[in-house]
T-cell receptor, first 114, second 113 residues
Framework: GAVVSQHPSWVICKSGTSVKIECRSL??????MFWYRQFPKQSLMLMAT?????????EQGVEKDKFLINHASLTLSTLTVTSAHPEDSSFYIC??????????FGSGTRLTVV | DQQVKQNSPSLSVQEGRISILNCDYT??????FLWYKKYPAEGPTFLIS?????DKNEDGRFTVFLNKSAKHLSLHIVPSQPGDSAVYFC????????????FGKGTRLHILP
């Protein structure tokens, strides 16, 4: 139980285009999902907290107009990287709270912007 | 300001010996602590956790120790196995279910044959 499915697992896009990453909780309802970004050899950095039916809460330094988060249902949150640039290339991971202190992570998305 | 610190970026341990990964935190409001294991290009997987009311939690080969007065926790793996080679993240959270988790930078563990 408590599976989080994240798609796509990897994507290559051209500079200036937008990319959407989906995070689904398969067997539980997640009122809150978290989006992380990881640079090589660095920690997971929390980008934003996504709450179902309301606006996401972004961490300091994260551009909300660039990283659009939508949490339209209790099982789906999406992260859209708009007008992607090479510096946006990174590993993006979502997680969802799946019970008392249970956080389940997606498998991550490797984004490469060329 | 880094609230969760893992000061050792890497650690090498002989197979069969004990691996000890350390973590320090600064926020006294943290109430729950977690360890995650991560392989390259994959999401982190939950390993073991401990709440602030305990000082030890054991699960098979993995034991987490918490010293609240020192704001320090450690993960012990014994005996270490080759499959334990990965990056280990220490993380901390508040007491509410949807509190965000703050991660340390991780420690890369190498298990030597």
């Amino acid at each position: 139980g408590a599976v989080v499915s994240q798609h796509p697992s990897w994507v290559i896009c051209k500079s200036g285009t937008s990319v959407k990453i989906e995070c689904r909780s398969l067997d539980f309802q997640a009122t809150t999902m978290f989006w992380y970004r990881q640079f090589p050899k660095q920690s997971l950095m929390l980008m934003a907290t996504s709450n179902e039916g309301s606006k996401a809460t972004y961490e300091q330094g994260v551009e909300k107009d660039k990283f659009l988060i939508n949490h339209a249902s209790l099982t789906l949150s999406t992260l859209t990287v708009t007008s992607a640039h090479p510096e946006d290339s990174s590993f993006y991971i979502c997680s969802a709270s799946s019970g008392a202190y249970g956080y389940t992570f997606g498998s991550g998305t490797r984004l490469t912007v060329v | 300001d880094q609230q969760v610190k893992q000061n050792s970026p890497s650690l090498s341990v002989q197979e069969g010996r004990i691996s000890i990964l350390n973590c320090d935190y600064t926020n006294s409001m943290f109430d729950y602590f977690l360890w995650y294991k991560k392989y390259p290009a994959e999401g982190p997987t939950f390993l073991i956790s401990i709440s602030s009311i305990k000082d030890k939690n054991e699960d098979g080969r993995f034991t987490v120790f918490l010293n609240k007065s020192a704001k320090h926790l450690s993960l012990h793996i014994v005996p270490s196995q080759p499959g334990d080679s990965a990056v280990y993240f220490c993380a901390a959270s508040g007491m509410n279910r949807d509190d965000k988790i703050i991660f340390g930078k991780g420690t890369r563990l190498h298990i030597l044959p």
